[in-house]
């Protein structure tokens, strides 16, 4: 079951990585970061979110790595491609991007067993205000959860952090899907909420690794999952963001695995 007995858990059921992981780490995040990166010019009206997925397949191939979602749960593609009112787990396929459209692309890849998991928003052509808007707070409200990220601070500080960036800009937090301890696994604890009361939860130490990835909707929380079993969207219709970052706290704060080389985590598109 333990497939690291050097490492140790916390009674929370985290694991305690050691130095050598964070550089697996580092290679994973990278590489979901390179993958992302190079994604931005193949945004457009007209282009389908299957030929999406085909071109982040044939990269991780490339680069001699794995992706962690196809044959993840029965899911069969290498990425979750999460357009407008689609919260997450939108499913690659034929349907064209229109002009406006938002969209999350999640990738996630295994690097000599270790996982990186990222992902961020785009837009094909030219996004309405209140969309960039959305972007803008969700992608503010990721980077504000990571600020409280260092020994001794909760995963509910973490989760407040967020909810009250985004409740400031009357958005909301889905409550429905959480981020998620991670390393040689996909998922593992803790549930990385993004939403809750300061100083709750477990204590966050030197070692542990996971993903944040707030979910924000403009209208409500709720959501619904398709009969694909897949596909969340929200029950309101209104659109949804998400970012992802893969982090490990270190002794005086966090590493971010998930770094844009490029520098175009946000925004992702040109903009004036
Ligand atoms: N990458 C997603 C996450 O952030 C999980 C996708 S699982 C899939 O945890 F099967 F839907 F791809
Ligand atoms: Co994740
Ligand atoms: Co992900």
Redesign the pocket.
Known sequence: MDDNPKGRVTRDGIRIHDPADFDGMRRAGRLAAEILDALGPHVFPGQSTGALDDLIRAMIEDAGAIS??IG??G?R?A??ISVNHVV??GIPGAKLLKDGDILNI???VIVDGWFG?T?RMYVAGTPSRKAVRLIDVTHDALMEGIAHVRPGQTFGDIGAAIQRLVERERMSVVRDFC??GLGRV??APPNVLHYGRPGTGARLEEGMFF?I?PMVNLGRPETKVLADE?TAVTRDKSLSAQF?HSVGVTATGCEIFTLSPAGSFHPTWPRD
């Open positions: 962690a979602t993840y749960r899911y593609h990425s979750c997450c787990h999640d990738v996630t998991d992902s981020g998620h996909f998922h993903t990835e897949w992802e």
